[in-house]
């Protein structure tokens, strides 16, 4: 599994941005995906994720009423809708696809990350 996003920038406190993620090679193995993101001297915390079966979705606290996940299986593409955007989002977003392999070992899939920068 391979992923490649995009969409990141900088933005004013207040603004939106709209982040996505393409996923190509075995996406069929995908059980769920989900968004993280890092600051320096950090570590990588989940922002949210969703399932690529039912679609159920999970945010972290700080960022629920402000993003939305979402998925596009025809496309193979995930996205972040994040409005009124804080400068403490300030990160770089990194895509994750898990596959369960076995129903037992969990396989992490990253892709290399968009910068998000959010001035106040």
């Known amino acids: 599994v391979q992923l490649a996003e995009s969409g990141g920038g900088l933005v004013q406190a207040g603004g939106s941005l709209r982040l996505s993620c393409e996923a190509s090679g075995r996406t069929y193995r995908i059980n769920a995906m989900g968004w993280y993101r890092q600051v320096p001297g950090k570590q990588r915390e989940l922002v949210a994720s969703i399932t690529t079966g039912g679609g159920t979705t999970n945010y972290a606290d700080p960022v629920k009423g402000r993003f939305t996940i979402s998925r596009d299986n025809a496309k193979n593409t995930m996205y972040l809708q994040m409005n009124s955007l804080k400068p403490e989002d300030t990160a770089v977003y990194y895509c994750?696809?898990?596959?369960?392999?076995?129903?037992?070992?969990?396989?992490?899939?990253w892709g290399q990350g968009t910068q998000v920068t959010v001035s106040s």
């Open positions: 994750d696809a898990v596959v369960v392999v076995g129903g037992l070992v969990r396989n992490d899939y």
